[in-house]
């Protein structure tokens, strides 16, 4: 089988694997929303508390560089291409339902990272591990079902996301070779670019991939907060320059999102499920990625990285948002019909040419930047969470190395690859691991609720909460008594 029928089998299966997966997202989205009141809201003013609590432990992830390791995760491709893809292929109504699900996938944010805390082992080198594998493992007791979960998640974020990541890593140079090759016979992905691109790629994931976890967390905490910050700074710019625009921008978000005839005639490529699809691909809310890194945190209450994490969810949907800005109220946007009907640019390229519409090259130049920073950290961040899961099989280092190995080489060839066998690759992994956790947090409402009403009379008594799980009588977590 070549990889066109592997691509056209993908995309006959896509279809179904995601209604299914949509439909418990929201289902899981609800649940914890009402079954917490909330708490990914009610729990804000909380946040910085938490993020500035010292520890004398330095083998130790802090709470804050848990937050940076699952943002830089979640702040990826998935926030500028991805919401670009989404707009063209899906309408502008696709950010409202991003925004929707990100005001409930919180609350299943909350609940993914905090069993993870509860669940969570030691890891042999001074550190903490856990996630989806480990709690499914614990307390539903299906070691097979942990395995299966760990084994899709490596595959979903060592091989997928980061082959994903590194394709578009080289493809944001792509602009740069046009305009210096511009009667250029031979394509971008045809030059020997892709891989001197691909080179450095696999050189810096050397360095990174085979280091103490701990550097990974401090990159992390380094490079997220500033180039976050830069981003939304820009997009807001956009907007102000622009802000004649803002009611013909919401109605058409609105438009497009309510336009039920178009939904319910072709439900699984509609609006409401690419937006979703690809809301849950940036926040990755019930995905089960991010309680990896919420596991390794030192914290006295397990309550409080799912606090953390939910909160890590509201600065993802703000940075999908500026993406979204960036391209809705660009001349860009509502010129890019071809005369086959067919839009011009798609994914990178139609960030990119908006940028350039706002900033001239000086956007051109952020813009590329910025994907390659969002990528790299990333890249930083799937590779932790695969981490996580490999230890969950086996504790070998012989098996780790192999691993490090293999996602290196990941890293190279993704930078060869087809931009849309990438992405559908990416999208049906993430279905089943997604999928598979969200069926687990469902079975596990009863041990959120015990650990969030815990917290919440330790804090009502003006106590720093601090955890017992045999006092709530929760059986194998190891590492709270």
């Known amino acids: 089988m070549n990889l066109m029928e592997v691509g056209n ?19 899981c989205g609800l649940y914890y929303s009402f079954k917490t009141r909330f708490v990914q809201f009610r729990m804000l003013s909380s946040v910085l508390k938490i993020l500035t609590e010292r520890s004398d432990e330095k083998e130790h992830i802090s709470p804050f560089q848990a937050l940076m390791i699952s943002t830089a995760s979640r702040v990826g491709i998935g926030n500028i291409t991805g919401i670009s893809i989404a707009i063209v292929v899906g309408g502008p109504g696709a950010l409202f339902w991003m925004w929707l699900m990100a005001f409930f996938g ?20 001074g550190g903490y591990k856990g996630g989806p594998a480990y709690y499914i493992k614990k307390a539903l007791g299906s070691k097979s079902l942990g395995a299966f979960f760990a084994l899709i998640l490596i595959i979903t974020y060592a091989y997928g996301f980061n082959g994903l990541q590194s394709q578009n890593i080289t493809s944001a140079f792509e602009v740069y070779y046009n305009m210096a090759n511009p009667n250029s016979s031979i394509s971008f992905m045809q030059s020997h670019w892709p891989l001197i691109v691909g080179g450095i790629l696999t050189l810096f994931s050397i360095w990174m991939f085979f280091s103490h976890h701990t550097k990974i967390g401090k990159i992390s905490s380094l490079i997220v907060p500033f180039m976050a910050l830069a981003y939304i700074c820009l997009a807001v710019i956009a907007v102000l320059m622009n802000f004649e625009k803002i009611p013909m921008v919401f109605h058409m978000i609105f438009q497009s999102a309510f336009d039920f005839k178009a939904i319910f005639g072709g439900f699984a490529g509609s609006v ?3 937006g979703i699809k690809r809301g849950l691909f940036s926040n990755e809310a019930g995905m089960g990625s991010a309680p990896n890194a919420a596991a390794a945190a030192l914290t006295s209450h397990p309550a409080k990285q799912g606090i953390i994490q939910a909160f890590s969810v509201l600065i993802d949907v703000i940075i999908c948002t500026s993406s979204g800005f960036l391209v ?20 990178l390229p139609l960030v990119q040419h908006a940028m350039d519409e706002y900033y001239g090259k000086l956007g051109i130049h952020f813009i590329s930047i910025s994907i390659v920073l969002f990528a790299i950290t990333s890249l930083i961040g ?4 695969a981490q996580a899961n490999v230890k969950y099989l086996s504790d070998s280092k012989v098996v780790m190395n192999l691993f490090r190995i293999s996602a290196v080489l990941m890293v190279f060839i993704g930078s060869q690859m087809d931009l849309k066998l990438a992405w559908s690759l990416a999208d049906l992994t993430m279905a089943f691991m997604a999928t598979t956790n969200i069926v687990s947090l469902l079975l596990l409402g009863s041990i959120v609720s015990k650990v969030l009403n815990d917290y919440n009379l330790q804090k009502s008594q003006g106590k720093d909460p601090q955890f017992s799980a045999s006092k709530l009588g929760i059986k194998n977590a190891e590492c709270w008594d």
Not at 9 to 26: A, G, N, S
Not at 328 to 344: A, C
Not at 382 to 385: C, I, L, P, S
């Open 106 to 125: 919180g609350a299943s944010a909350f609940a993914e990272s905090t069993l993870a805390q509860v669940y969570k082992s030691k890891d042999g080198t």
């Open 328 to 347: 809705l109220f660009s001349l860009t946007y509502l010129n890019n019909i071809g005369v086959d009907g067919k839009p011009i640019f798609t994914a």
């Open 382 to 385: 799937n590779y932790y969470y």
């Open 272 to 274: 409401l499920v690419i």
């Open 9 to 27: 089998f993908i995309d006959k299966i896509l279809p179904k694997t995601d209604i299914i997966m949509v439909v418990l997202l929201i289902i």
